[in-house]
């Protein structure tokens, strides 16, 4: 038996009930498909009982990678990287209108996500982006206005995604057993949203340091972004706010204003 690492993250996925709910979450028939840490294989299975196109693995570990091989290797629309996620172009490798699923390290998930949030050519080739996370961290990502769970991840990723909390899975469901619940998320990449940020970087930079001080008031942090001219311009910018009251349509219009004049 291949016992998980603990280095890498790894929870492996065990209830099927679960795994089918992933899978129809999406219709994958003659599409595209990725996986990232497939791990034993479990959904990688269910994925090819509904006949994709294509279907490419991303595994870091070399046992499972090897393994993986093994067993899936007769498929001759299946493509294997023995990589790690983070280090790989996957913008280079994604075929059109792909379908990403990742059952993913806690550890790291966060780290995912940025990535594809952060790929050069927008609209992106993948279709959807349907990822497992710690619960906390789910809540954040889809964290509304106002809010508690409000915050840089969520006002960066509704940029780019439409965002669809799909259900929690048990602990119960993995082995090793985490001491967390996880939430599945379904992301689907936004075309036009009413905003012409040319750089997702400087969005990232700005939240950065309007929420280096999350409890103080903005009139301090702003003006290392904006002069007094470009604040009155933007409605709804009041310097007695706290970053956490300012409205994410308020943080893609900061960016603009600073991408006009630094590049």
Same mark, same amino acid.
């Given at each position: 038996?291949?016992?998980?690492?603990?280095?890498?993250?790894? %929870?492996?996925? !065990?209830?099927?009930?679960?795994?089918? $709910? *992933? =899978?129809?979450?999406?219709? +994958?028939?003659?599409? &595209?498909?990725?996986?990232?840490?497939?791990?034993?294989?479990?959904?990688?299975?269910?994925?090819?009982?509904?006949?994709?196109?294509?279907?490419?693995?991303?595994?870091?570990?070399?046992?499972?990678?090897?393994?993986?091989?093994?067993?899936?290797?007769?498929?001759?629309?299946?493509?294997?990287? %023995?990589?790690? !996620?983070?280090?790989?172009?996957?913008? $280079? *490798? =994604?075929?059109?209108?792909? +379908?990403?699923?990742? &059952?993913?390290?806690?550890?790291?998930?966060?780290?995912?996500?940025?990535?594809?949030?952060?790929?050069?050519?927008?609209?992106?080739?993948?279709?959807?982006?349907?990822?497992?996370?710690?619960?906390?961290?789910?809540?954040?990502?889809?964290?509304?206005?106002?809010?508690?769970?409000?915050?840089?991840?969520?006002? !960066?990723?509704?940029?780019?995604?439409?965002?669809?909390?799909?259900?929690?899975?048990?602990?119960?469901?993995?082995?090793?057993?985490?001491?967390?619940?996880?939430?599945?998320?379904?992301?689907?990449?936004?075309?036009?949203?009413?905003?012409?940020?040319?750089?997702?970087?400087?969005?990232?930079?700005?939240?950065?340091?309007?929420?280096?001080?999350?409890?103080?008031?903005?009139?301090?942090?702003?003006?290392?972004?904006?002069?007094?001219?470009?604040?009155?311009?933007?409605?709804?910018?009041?310097?007695?706010?706290?970053?956490?009251?300012?409205?994410?349509?308020?943080?893609?219009?900061?960016?603009?204003?600073?991408?006009?004049?630094?590049?």
């Amino acid at each position: 038996m291949k016992f998980a690492k603990k280095s890498l993250g790894q %929870n492996f996925l !065990i209830d099927k009930n679960i795994i089918k $709910k *992933i =899978i129809n979450s999406v219709d +994958i028939r003659n599409k &595209n498909v990725i996986e990232i840490g497939p791990g034993k294989g479990a959904l990688t299975e269910e994925i090819l009982k509904n006949n994709p196109k294509s279907l490419t693995l991303i595994e870091k570990d070399n046992s499972l990678f090897e393994n993986l091989n093994l067993k899936f290797s007769h498929y001759n629309f299946l493509e294997f990287y %023995n990589e790690d !996620i983070l280090n790989l172009n996957v913008e $280079k *490798i =994604i075929k059109e209108e792909t +379908i990403v699923f990742g &059952n993913l390290p806690y550890n790291i998930s966060s780290q995912i996500l940025i990535k594809f949030l952060k790929f050069n050519v927008w609209p992106p080739k993948f279709n959807d982006l349907i990822l497992m996370f710690q619960k906390e961290l789910a809540d954040k990502i889809t964290g509304k206005y106002l809010s508690t769970n409000y915050g840089r991840i969520s006002i !960066i990723s509704n940029y780019r995604f439409k965002i669809l909390k799909k259900f929690n899975v048990s602990a119960n469901c993995f082995i090793p057993k985490p001491k967390i619940t996880s939430t599945l998320l379904h992301f689907r990449p936004i075309q036009i949203n009413g905003f012409e940020i040319k750089n997702i970087n400087n969005l990232e930079k700005v939240t950065n340091i309007l929420f280096s001080e999350r409890r103080k008031m903005i009139s301090k942090n702003i003006k290392k972004i904006l002069n007094k001219k470009e604040i009155s311009q933007i409605n709804g910018l009041m310097l007695n706010y706290r970053p956490s009251q300012l409205s994410p349509d308020i943080y893609y219009k900061i960016t603009e204003f600073f991408e006009k004049k630094n590049f």
